[in-house]
Each structure stands twice: as C-alpha cells, then as structure tokens.
C-alpha cells in the first residue's frame, strides 16, 4: 500500500504556545518563571522530562505524586486550551483551496493520514 502521512502540529496547526502556557503555569506552581528560550528546549522531550528540566531550573524537588498531578494537572491545562481551538488556529495555507484540492487528488489514489506524536491528538483534530 503507498501512503502519505501529514503531521498534525507544525503542518495544519502549531499548538506551541499552548504547551508554553501550560509549562509556565506549571513553573509558577514551584515558584519558577519560565523563559521562552528554556521553552524551546523542551520541544520534542516527553512530558516528564520537560517536567523534571523546570523543576531542576527551579531547585525544586517534589515527591512522585506531586510530580505526577502536575504532568496531570500540564495537560488538562493544555487540553482546555485546544478545546477552544477555531479555524483561525490552522497554518495558512492549510485551507487554500490548492492545498484541499492536493489532499482529496491524494485521497484518490493512495490511504492518506494525519499522525501526531502527540497523546492529545483526537483533541486537537
């Protein structure tokens, strides 16, 4: 079978800045400001880690469980944030009528996929 696989965040939205809003919440909790240039070290790192990075920024450390309820508390933040997700959220270009016309001449002819490494990417769709 031959396919074309489009990535869902940095390809049709760019949720960035929500991951941003949700880590800063975070490092308020533990008394820390988080920068957006320590932001853009926690691209691509698992939730976990991007968790244990704040945490040494600050000199905090926390028990399991706190750990835990913050990466819970991270990415109930995020989710209500791309809830309120509208169409003005998809990269330009994503909407033109080319780029629809490519997709569904795709769609013909080949399995066609949106994939995001994402655990929320139902959410974002």
Known sequence: MKAFIFDLDGVIVDTAKYHFIAWKRIGEKVGFTLTHEQNESLKGVSRVESLDRILAWAKEELTQ????????????????????????????????????????SLSNSFATFISEICFNTLSTI
């Open 65 to 104: 469980e706190e750990k835990e309820r913050l990466l819970i508390e991270k990415n109930q933040d995020y989710l209500a944030q791309i809830d309120d997700m509208g169409q003005e959220e998809i990269l330009p270009g994503v909407l033109s009528i080319d780029f629809k016309d490519f997709i569904l």
